[in-house]
Structure formats: C-alpha cells, structure tokens
C-alpha cells in the first residue's frame, strides 16, 4: 500500500491505501500532521523481505484559505483615498502594507481576530502619481492545519492637475 496525497478538509480521512493481503491500522486522521501507519500482513501472505509488518510515514497538508479582494486594483488622486474589501473564508486577521508608501499609504495596518467570511475595509491614500502594490497577508487563527495566504492590490496614484485662473486687469 502506499500514502494517499491529502489535504486537510475538517473531516477524517483516510492515510493509506492499496496493496493485497494487508490490513492497516493507525489509518485515519483529521489533522494536518504527520501519521505512522501501521501495515500488517494478513494470515498467510508476507512482504517481499519476509517480514509481516512495515510502517508508512503519511501526512495531511495543510489547506490553503481563500483571500478575496472586492478589487485587485484601482487608482487614487494625491490627497484622496479609495477603498476595497478584504475577506478571508477561514477566520484569522489580516496585514495590509504598501509596497511604495511614496506613491500611496493603506490604513488600517492590520485586523485581527475576524471571523471566516467577513468583509474588512481597506482605505488607500493617495501620497504622489507612480504605482504600489498593497500586500495583504492573511493568517489563519488556525495555523495548525491552514497556511497563510497573501494577495496583492495594485494601485496607480495620479497628480492632481489644476486650472489656471484669468489674470484681471
């Protein structure tokens, strides 16, 4: 038999499968780690080496969550702000920094403790015309069995223009 590749779901699975003439044991888990399953030979067969036991190292992965933006990019004017929403489908707490704080800042830095599906604001402020990425991290509360998750908004600042005025006479 052989490890079967899993990722973790939130619900048992089974580590191990295949082979004729086995039983397993120690075979299921829920959680993303790793598993020593034992596999025993049943009356009568044996393994090629001659032994009636052998011991597989199976794993669960970790799941990977999904990070939303209402937008995955946008363009502020010097001086004003633009905003979009973040969600994570697990619960967790976001980062929020600005790859290039000379063309554009982002506020708040961070949320924590959000709950899974849960829209957060993010306001990007215009500082001079260029681009910036805005990375947010996501981290899941549950760091045991999800990974943690970024996504970039890229933003274009623009100078402001302004009109002349009639000169008086």
Known sequence: GSCNGLTYNGGSQTLASGGTGVTYSNNSGT???????????????????????KTLNCSIGKATPTVTLSATSGSVNKGSTT?????????????????????????????????????????????????????????????????????????TGNLVATTGSCASG
């Open 31 to 53: 959680t993303a780690t790793s598993y020593t399953v034992t596999v025993t030979a049943n009356s009568g067969y044996r393994f090629s080496d001659g032994t009636t036991s």
């Open 83 to 155: 905003t979009f929403t973040e969600k994570g489908n697990v619960a967790g707490s976001f980062s929020n920094a600005s790859g290039n704080t000379s063309v554009a800042t982002v506020s708040p830095a961070s949320y924590s403790s959000v709950a899974a599906n849960t829209e957060k604001t993010v306001t990007v402020t215009g500082v001079s015309n260029g681009t910036a990425n805005i990375t947010v991290t996501f981290t899941p509360s549950d760091t045991t069995n999800y990974n943690t998750k970024t996504a970039t908004y890229t933003v």
